[in-house]
């Protein structure tokens, strides 16, 4: 019912920049929140970030506060997350996510749509 498509990645030095867009169709007036997560081999999937469509907030992983902001266009259609000053710990597969009203943030069991994900590689 939603369908969720990220772009954006690539491959940056070490303090660079990459902006990711994940882009939302479907049924998505049941979405309240939109995030971000990212995979690594070896690792657990990570939480990123969470924006929440009908108020604005925003929340955040420690790794990354500071760093990256995620926000969404006029429409609220579009998640974007902006990563500066990045490092190869950043290195990931990135994930953005899509969870009904009233879901827990952060919670990767409250995310029931997923994109393809798109690989971000930083370089030393």
């Not at 939603?2 to 690539?10: A, D, F, H, R, W």
């Not at 491959?11 to 971000?36: M, N, P, T, Y």
């Not at 490092?87 to 827990?104: K, L, M, Q």
């Amino acid at each position: 019912q939603v369908q969720l498509i990220e772009s954006g990645g690539g491959l940056v030095q070490a303090g660079g920049s990459l902006r990711l867009s994940c882009a939302a169709s479907g049924l998505i007036f049941s979405i309240e929140g939109l995030g971000w997560f990212r995979l690594t081999p070896g690792k657990e999937r990570e939480f990123v970030a969470d924006i929440n469509r009908s108020v604005g907030t925003t929340i955040y992983a420690d790794s990354v506060k500071g760093r990256f902001t995620i926000s969404t266009d006029n429409a609220k259609n579009t998640v974007y997350l902006q990563m500066n000053r990045l490092s190869p710990e950043d290195t990931a597969v990135y994930y953005c996510a899509a969870r009904n009203f009233g879901s827990i943030v952060g919670s990767r069991a409250s995310y029931h749509s997923w994109g393809q994900g798109t690989q971000v590689t930083v370089s030393s």
